[in-house]
Nanobody
Framework: QLQLVESGGGSVQPGGSLRLSCAASGFTLDDWNIGWFREAPGKEREEVSC????????YYADSAQGRFTISRSSDKKTVYLEMTSVSNEDTGVYYC?????????????????????WGQGTQVTVAS
């Protein structure tokens, strides 16, 4: 059973950087579409960035474009979300999710996609 664990969250000042990690014990993630999603207080869960299996195509929400980078580690065990130039609007709980069937990345980067595996989330707080 694939179990995802996020890490790397914390408190950061506006304009700062943070790197989130998504890993699965005993599994490599290269055969999985991986999405990063976030849930801000009082708001619905929204997509941040996704990477597709096999071809590693990436997708970024408008809010993340140019500031965040999604990537896989060289050993394929971890998917990272590098966050730079963060703002207060980036505050929230960040979740990673996995789906095993390939689909165009722009379609599957949606929290309502058929992701069967979700992590427990990691809190990111941006405050001065």
């Amino acid at each position: 059973q694939l179990q995802l664990v996020e890490s790397g969250g914390g408190s950061v000042q506006p304009g700062g950087s943070l790197r989130l990690s998504c890993a699965a014990s005993g599994f490599t993630l290269d055969d999985w579409n991986i999405g990063w999603f976030r849930e801000a207080p009082g708001k619905e869960r929204e997509e941040v960035s996704c990477i597709s299996r096999k071809d590693d195509k990436t997708y970024y929400a408008d809010s993340a474009q140019g500031r965040f980078t999604i990537s896989r580690s060289s050993d394929k065990k971890t998917v990272y979300l590098e966050m730079t130039s963060v703002s207060n609007e980036d505050t929230g709980v960040y979740y990673c999710a996995a789906d095993g069937d390939w689909a165009p990345v722009q379609f599957m980067c949606n929290p309502r996609w058929r992701y069967g595996h979700w992590g427990q989330g990691t809190q990111v707080t941006v405050a001065s």
